[in-house]
């Protein structure tokens, strides 16, 4: 399992490191508004796309192989487009401070988007895990390629090289989706069935459990961007995104361990197992994340300013008042995918809904009033918030106690232990032909 968790995690840093790369490449050339526009562009996009998934999401996976290829691509072709159509006068009427011509871009980008994913969830659906890796790393590496050609080879500085790079991302990897799919892309020409009710019905069922929770979480997550940009301005969106995406990078220690571990739950029945399964990974990704967040706490504000430009030396102290909450909310990823596991959506649903309550509470109290230390504030309390609720259901549950998930030294050693054994033993046969 050590194994799975170490390449998981190797493609999620290439991955991190890609968008690192983004992030400086856009802070550097349009500064702090720039990136702030940047970063509610992303956002926008984002948010509309919870309401394609409805369809298009992560069901797919589980229904590729209960329907045809050709029924689930049209229905959620048709619903994607339906939705960019719909939430783009949506924005255009709520949200009048994105330039209409920006409201355009965000809309046919979220449809790219949800092309692209269609493809990758039918790879991952096929068990073609390779091709979906493949097709998810290229996105930001023809980003980086684009932003590279338009800030600093043609040296221009407004915000639409981002924009040509989104769909030069989405739309290679879609391309690189079709070539990939190409057979099931064939038999789709040649399918005559035209019967779409069950398939919608079972898209929309599946679909709507598993965005529910999506939604709720979003604007946990990010309606501090909005409530920055309505009150004070775009540019302080631009220094708290950074601070925020840096902080949160941390958190790919604990999604690496949390997918391993919900593949393992889900294909076991033995709930004390899964218990201690996940006590023992949330004791791993508390100690590294830890390590990786004192690191990230002792880098000066003039880091930032070197890395990113002269309008971002704020960052080093909102990371510092980030810092305990996005510590608890590693914990809240490794519970959450233990229940995900044994099939209690509603507990991650009702634990977001918590730190919902929270993020707009001491949103519109802390940020027009604090600014963009009131924003990280109510962030940490709120991620804090989502953790302390499922951890005390676990403890509830599994009869464990809270000085359980404290690290002993000979746990530590056995950690380090195994992580050598892991790099330096020769590959069994059987890890050979894995």
């Known amino acids: ?9 190797g493609t999620k840093i290439a991955a991190a490191a890609l968008n690192f790369l983004i992030a400086i490449i856009i802070s550097q050339t349009l500064g702090d508004e720039g990136k702030g526009t940047q970063a509610l562009l992303l956002t926008t996009i984002t948010f509309i796309l919870i309401f394609s998934e409805i369809v298009c999401g992560a069901s797919i996976i589980y229904l590729a192989p209960r ?18 159509v719909l939430m783009g006068f949506g924005i255009l009427w709520f949200y009048p401070k994105l330039a209409p011509d920006l409201v ?7 449809f790219v988007t949800s092309l692209s994913n269609i493809n990758f969830r039918f790879l991952v659906g096929k068990e073609e895990i390779k091709k979906a890796n493949y097709n998810t790393l290229l996105q930001p590496v023809l980003l980086v390629l684009t932003l590279v050609v338009y800030y600093i080879i043609l040296k221009r500085t407004d915000i639409y090289g981002y924009i040509i790079g989104l769909y030069a991302a989405y739309g290679g990897t ?12 064939a038999a789709m020409l040649r399918d005559k069935d035209s019967n779409y009710s069950e398939v919608l019905r079972d898209l ?3 679909g709507f459990l598993n965005q529910t929770g999506h939604f709720v979480q979003f604007f946990n997550l990010r309606l501090s961007y909005y409530l920055l940009d309505r009150f004070i301005n775009v540019g302080r969106v631009g220094v708290y995104s950074n601070a925020l995406s840096l902080a949160e990078a941390i958190w790919i220690v604990s999604n ?10 889900a294909n076991t029945d033995d709930r004390q197992y899964a218990q201690k399964l996940t006590l023992d990974l949330a004791k791993i990704c508390l100690l590294v994340s830890a390590i990786a967040l004192v690191v990230l706490c002792l880098l000066p504000a003039e880091f930032y300013v070197f890395v990113f430009g002269k309008d971002f030396g704020e960052m080093a102290h909102l990371i510092r008042i980030l810092a305990p909450g996005v510590l608890f909310y590693c914990v809240f990823l490794i519970l959450g995918h233990y229940y995900s596991g044994i099939g209690r959506y509603q507990m991650n649903t009702f634990a977001a809904l918590c730190g919902l309550v929270v993020t707009f509470v001491c949103g519109f109290t802390l940020i027009p ?5 009131g924003a990280a504030i109510t962030s940490a309390v709120s991620y804090t918030v989502n953790a302390i609720f499922l951890f005390v259901f676990f403890l509830k549950e ?16 056995s950690y380090i232990a195994e992580l050598k054994q892991q790099f330096l033993k020769q590959p069994t046969e059987n890890e050979q032909t894995e």
């Open 1 to 9: 399992m050590f194994k799975k968790i170490l390449n998981t995690f």
């Open 67 to 84: 329907h045809s290829f050709k029924k689930i691509w049209v229905a959620s072709t048709l619903w994607s487009a339906l939705i960019a």
């Open 104 to 110: 355009f871009h965000v809309a046919m980008l979220s």
């Open 174 to 185: 879609f391309l690189l989706g079709i070539w990939m799919l190409r057979k099931e892309y």
């Open 204 to 206: 929309f069922k599946y």
């Open 256 to 265: 690496s361990i949390a997918l391993v571990q919900y593949a393992r739950i």
């Open 369 to 373: 009033r604090y600014d963009v230390v």
């Open 398 to 413: 599994s009869r464990f106690k809270g000085k359980d998930f404290i690290l002993r030294k000979n746990e530590i050693q």
